[in-house]
């Protein structure tokens, strides 16, 4: 995850009112017209969905990500549209622009380049618990704080996982004569906290690979 907010940067009334407008636009969106909806498709893939900053650039030029007709609209329309007119109600943004967009939402509003309204790209269910908050960006700020716990938590099961892989390939190495110091390797090559690895080897009973010594210049 990204680092979150710059102490020293305040959230202004003009930015939350930024907010609030891209939220409602890109919740009408995911809302869409009917169940089929291809913005939520596309949402399922978390590389599809957009920041915060991304839309406020996009609403911000007079744009929109919708432009059909609600649920209701459309069922009491006289001539059924075609899946090419549904399909031309969205506005999915690209992701090539997506850097441009963040960056001049950055610049115009004075957010910070790591703030969470420009790094942390929103899922459906987060859109819909953010405008259904009194302070979108404080429930923001609750769901970028736990997907950044989450992701701690990931990355701390996968080194457990890789320091319990190396043990184990490396006790079996040992046990056929093998050395023990290939796996050790291998582990430091793929992220493993030396320093941790080594406590888990002595802890089974194998020896730890000397340190490196530095290149001589």
């Given at each position: 995850m990204t680092s979150n907010n710059t102490p020293a940067f305040q959230i202004s009334d003009e930015i939350r009112a930024a907010v609030r407008e891209a939220l409602a636009n890109l919740n009408t969106a995911l809302e869409g017209h009917t169940n089929n909806n291809p913005m939520v498709n596309a949402y399922r893939l978390p590389?599809?969905?957009?920041?915060?900053?991304?839309?406020?650039?996009?609403?911000?030029?007079?744009?929109?990500?919708?432009?059909?007709?609600?649920?209701?609209?459309?069922?009491?329309?006289?001539?059924?549209?075609?899946?090419?007119?549904?399909?031309?109600?969205?506005?999915?943004?690209?992701?090539?622009?997506?850097a441009a967009r963040i960056a001049a939402t950055c610049e115009k509003f004075?957010?910070?380049?790591?703030?969470?309204?420009?790094?942390?790209p929103l899922s459906q269910a987060e859109v819909k618990a953010m405008v259904g908050s009194a302070d979108p960006l404080a429930k923001l700020a609750e769901i970028h704080a736990e997907a950044a716990k989450r992701e701690a938590e990931r990355i701390k099961a996968e080194k457990t996982a890789r320091i319990k892989q190396a043990v184990n390939a490396a006790k079996a190495l040992a046990d056929f004569g093998g050395d023990p110091a290939l796996p050790f390797a291998k582990a430091i090559t793929e992220g493993a906290d030396r320093a941790e690895l080594a406590e888990a080897f002595k802890n089974a009973g194998l020896p730890v690979p000397p340190e490196p010594k530095p290149a001589k210049k």
């Open positions: 590389a599809a969905r957009a920041t915060l900053a991304e839309v406020m650039a996009i609403v911000g030029d007079g744009g929109t990500l919708y432009d059909g007709p609600s649920p209701t609209e459309l069922a009491g329309m006289s001539t059924k549209p075609s899946e090419a007119d549904r399909l031309a109600w969205y506005r999915m943004p690209d992701r090539a622009g997506a004075g957010i910070p380049a790591d703030h969470m309204i420009a790094t942390h």
